[in-house]
């Protein structure tokens, strides 16, 4: 749904193309605001709702994740430059995980890159950077666009996602995980990957706004037999943390609006320094980070964390000894499916062989009990189900 | 009697300077030429029922540690937070500006898709600078060629605040403090209009164009503000600025102080290199223990101080002290709110400032006017209906309407304005709204307008300058107003300045007045109380 653009105050969030639905479908009026989209934050029980990630299908709507454009000859290269990994060496009709630095070598954001044809990329990100992407591309004969608007976005996550596309008479049992297929729907196209944010099998589905509608009520029709839900913000973020996943500016702030500059982080420090590849030439910050690496300079780590009990750490301060301040965490769940209570934190590195405490203050009735708990750090991700990768995925 | 302390100028700086001082225990006196009180900060109902800000006309520096320090809630000091602005372009379109993030970059889209995404950087860029800058603002700046002590500690802790900045930081700090506004918004902005409105915030009372070097300086000044720890945003006071004053004056008559009004000071008595008190225009003399002015300071040392007593480098370096007029202003009652018929119907940013400015290269133009010795003849204006949101101001359906103009010379073509310069400056205003709200004109009920001539002769600033002196790098910290003299303190034992040409300079801020009040306690060798630490956000 749309104003016209100079009169956009009269609608200071924006609706996405699924809003009739979504807005008909969230019995709870519980809405957020996600990048200046109007977003359910929960539609009917956030517990459900998770339940049907883990254990049906769900539906969540991603239109509001920022997406670009980049086409023309240099387009790999361009990239290449740009970001981490070596995107002239996915393949066309592959995804990946990729993230950005600044010339510091600093977190910029993170998010998945599509190759949708040999000269042919989207982006798809949390936050916004047009200028930075444009003046990245100087030099490359690349044309770089925001096109959020453009692509209307669904992902239905959960075990039963595939056998519900089946239903829906998309086949897409030889899909492997981090591809994607492209079929005709409607009256445009659908493109399906095999992509997610829950860590669990799960596809993403592309079209065109004008398609929205009809894909979503196929889907609901087509899942119905699966208990297809939809589910909001809430739910999902209690699978990301499962999955082990970040969030721009929830678990580190992008280097482009750190207003105190020693809030950035380096990728080696948010642990994705795997994701590094090193040996495609230049690309923005790889001096910068291979110093870091080299001088052993990082100074924190972003770690899971086991916690004790079931009261989640939510805000806590970690502490070396119990005296030290080493960090702090920015997630915190109890764990439905892992059945674990777990915390991601950033902890300076020189303090990550000591003992480390969570001081947890629990809201109890109106009081905080406070709770100085031991926690030691741990593999990520705290879930990482088998059926996630299956190809064919399993039935269930 | 003597008093402890006699104030020159019922300014917010001298009622912030006298509260302060009344309160810890001095007998404060202030003086002040005009029947009213406020300074530049005033509010008078000049035309029946509807109260002007007929100087300032919108808060957002005024210090919170001031405002609580001094009860002026108590006293009745509201600010009502402001809701945006917008550029009417000459095509017909315009820009509005949000304080929701995401309602401004869909605007921004409107005319930029890159510039729309431009703005978190920018944003950043911004505050970093006046992260830096904010802690000097309540703080007396060290003289770097002093060995006391409190000097030394203080350039210290400047030094350890520079070095703590990495290497890219301090470069770009350097480069903003001298570079022009123009130059800066280059790095982040494309389209002319986005640039325009943000250029905006860097001419305001300053006598350079937005090509000036220096002047990205003073976008921070007007930037480093906050209403109630929103930094950078900006209120009303409700009622006019001239609250501010009367909260002021109310608080410091609660504590003993004294205010006089309707006769100025003649002269400042002096006698064996020390200050004994006033002499006002109408012969009555006002002995002080110690005489603050807060009178610009050319008007303080070379209009009412013997120069005869003052060393003559000083009064070298007060006379080239810039403080050239830049700005007028219009104060119009209007029998209903006008329409613009560049803003869509229902628009938030009618609440806020409103320029027609839509280029850096037009505004430079209207300052190209300026240095050749003429008002603009297409001049920039930052128009602002406050009674949209104050309901205090006019009667119901009514508006007051500041409109604040630049450039306008201290004087034309180097001749002192004429009352016919007066009327064709305004007569180029009023056309310049008319052509985006046709059928403005009749809506006026009654208009006050202000040239440097008259913000000279009514409220005392030199040459009309509203910050009582140029708000460049070479006039700031140590070297405000002039070197060896940015402690509040001067020449002549016992007098002391407390104004805006004094550390951290112009707008309603009330820092000088609060700084200068811990200089003159220390100095009295009384305790600083009642002034509490400035508010600090690691």
């Known amino acids: ?396 | 009697m003597t008093w402890d302390a006699v104030i020159i100028g019922a300014g917010h700086n001298g009622l912030v300077t006298a509260g302060y001082l009344a309160r810890a225990g001095m007998k404060v006196c202030v003086v002040e030429k005009n029947d009213w009180i406020g300074g530049a900060a005033v509010s008078r109902e000049l035309f029946s029922g509807f109260t002007y800000s007929n100087c300032s006309y919108v808060s957002s520096l005024f210090r919170p540690e001031i405002m609580r320090d001094l009860e002026l809630p108590k006293h009745g000091l509201q600010i009502l937070p402001y809701e945006g602005g917008a550029v009417m372009m000459q095509d017909g379109g315009h820009l509005g500006m949000f304080r929701d993030h995401d309602a401004n970059r869909r605007e921004f889209a409107r005319h930029s898709p890159r510039d729309a995404e431009a703005y978190d950087r920018y944003a950043r860029d911004v505050l970093r600078h006046c992260r830096f800058i904010r802690p000097l603002l309540l703080r007396t700046p060290p003289d770097p060629s002093s060995f006391r002590p409190r000097d030394l500690a203080e350039l210290a802790w400047l030094g350890k605040r520079m070095f703590a900045l990495s290497e890219a930081q301090m470069y770009d700090m350097i480069r903003f403090w001298t570079m022009s506004i123009s130059d800066f918004l280059d790095e982040y902005f494309e389209h002319p209009t986005i640039k325009a409105y943000q250029a905006v915030a860097s001419i305001i009372g300053t006598a350079l164009g937005p090509m000036s070097p220096g002047t990205a300086y003073v976008l921070l000044h007007h930037a480093m503000g906050d209403v109630d720890g929103n930094v950078g945003a900006w209120g009303f006071a409700r009622g006019g600025m001239g609250a501010i004053t009367r909260a002021l004056a109310a608080s410091l008559r609660a504590a003993g102080g004294e205010i006089r009004t309707g006769s100025g000071v003649a002269k400042i008595a002096v006698r064996g290199g020390r200050t004994t008190g006033v002499v006002l225009d109408n012969g009555d003399e006002i002995a002080g223990r110690r005489v603050i002015s807060n009178m610009d300071v050319k008007r303080t040392f070379l209009g009412h101080v013997d120069e005869a007593e003052l060393p003559g480098d000083f009064v070298k370096r007060v006379r080239a002290f810039k403080t050239r007029g830049s700005s007028g202003k219009l104060n119009i009652a209007l029998d209903a709110a006008p329409k613009f018929t560049a803003l869509p119907e229902g628009a938030p940013f009618i609440k806020g400032d409103l320029h027609f400015t839509d280029s850096i290269e037009r505004m430079e133009r209207a300052y190209d006017d300026w240095k050749a010795g003429h008002f603009s003849r297409d001049p920039f204006q930052d128009v602002m209906i406050p009674t949209m949101i104050d309901p205090t101001m006019t009667p119901p359906g009514k508006h007051f309407m500041s409109c604040f103009v630049q450039y306008a010379p201290p004087k034309i073509e180097g001749q002192d304005w004429t009352d016919a310069d007066r009327d064709a400056f305004a007569k180029t205003c009023i056309d310049q709204i008319e052509s985006y709200a046709p059928g403005f004109r009749d809506l006026i009920l009654h208009m006050e307008v202000r040239t440097p001539r008259e913000l000279e002769a009514e409220v005392g600033l030199t040459e009309g300058n509203i910050f009582q002196g140029e708000l460049t790098f070479d006039q700031l910290l140590f070297n405000r107003p002039v070197p060896g003299y940015a402690q509040y303190r001067s020449p002549i034992r016992d007098l002391w300045i407390c104004g805006s040409s004094t550390h951290p300079g112009g707008g309603v801020m009330g820092a000088p007045g609060r700084n200068a009040a811990a200089e003159i306690l220390r100095d009295a060798k009384m305790p600083v109380k009642e002034m509490s630490d400035a508010y600090a956000i690691p």
Not at chain 1, 99 to 105: E, K, L, P, Q, V
Not at chain 1, 235 to 256: K, P, S, W, Y
Not at chain 1, 266 to 282: F, N, Q, T, V
Not at chain 1, 320 to 343: C, D, I, S, Y
């Open chain 1, 1 to 396: 749904m749309k104003v016209e653009p100079r009169l956009h105050f009269h609608m200071p969030l924006q609706r996405t193309p699924f809003h009739a639905r979504t807005s008909a479908a969230n019995v709870l009026n519980q809405w957020g605001n996600w990048s200046g989209y109007t977003t359910a934050l929960v539609f009917e029980d956030e517990a459900m709702e998770y339940s049907a990630i883990r254990n049906a299908a769900s539906l969540y709507d991603l239109c509001p994740m920022v997406k670009y454009r980049f086409t023309g000859p240099d387009a790999a290269a361009c990239l290449d430059r740009l970001t981490l990994r070596a995107a002239s060496r996915l393949s066309v009709g592959g995804v990946h995980y990729t993230a950005w630095c600044d010339d510091a070598g600093k977190f910029l954001d993170d998010g998945t890159l599509f190759r949708l044809g040999p000269e042919d990329f989207r982006l798809c990100c949390q936050e916004r950077h047009l200028p930075w992407l444009i003046d990245s591309a100087l030099g490359f004969d690349v044309r770089v666009r925001e096109e959020t608007e453009e692509v209307a976005a669904l992902s239905l996550q959960g075990p039963c996602s595939a056998v519900v596309l089946q239903a829906a008479g998309f086949d897409v049992s030889a899909l492997k995980p981090f591809r994607m297929m492209s079929l005709p729907f409607g009256d445009g196209t659908l493109l399906i990957s095999r992509t997610g944010f829950t860590g669990d099998l799960g596809y993403e589905l592309w079209t065109t706004p004008d398609q929205a509608l009809r894909l979503w009520d196929h889907l609901t029709v087509a899942g119905r037999p699966w208990g297809i839900r939809p589910v909001g913000s809430s739910a999902l973020n209690l699978a990301r943390i499962e999955a082990g996943f970040v969030i721009t500016n929830m678990d580190f702030i992008a280097a482009h609006q750190a207003v105190r500059e020693d809030r950035t982080r380096s990728p080696i420090e948010m642990a994705l320094d795997w994701m590094i590849d090193w040996d495609k030439g230049h690309f923005n910050g790889r001096r910068a980070l291979l110093a870091e690496r080299e001088g052993k300079t990082s100074r924190w780590a972003f770690v899971g964390l086991d916690v004790p009990g079931n009261v989640p750490a939510t805000g806590a301060v970690i502490y070396a000894g119990k005296t030290k301040e080493a960090g702090f965490v920015t997630a915190a769940e109890w764990l439905p499916t892992a059945k674990r209570n777990v915390a991601l934190a950033h902890i300076e590195r020189k303090y990550l062989k000591s003992d480390l405490w969570a001081d947890i203050y629990a809201l109890r009735e109106l009081q905080y009990a406070r709770l100085m708990l031991p926690v030691t750090v741990t593999e990520r991700p705290f879930f990482n189900p088998a059926r996630k990768r299956a190809t064919p995925p399993g039935r269930f």
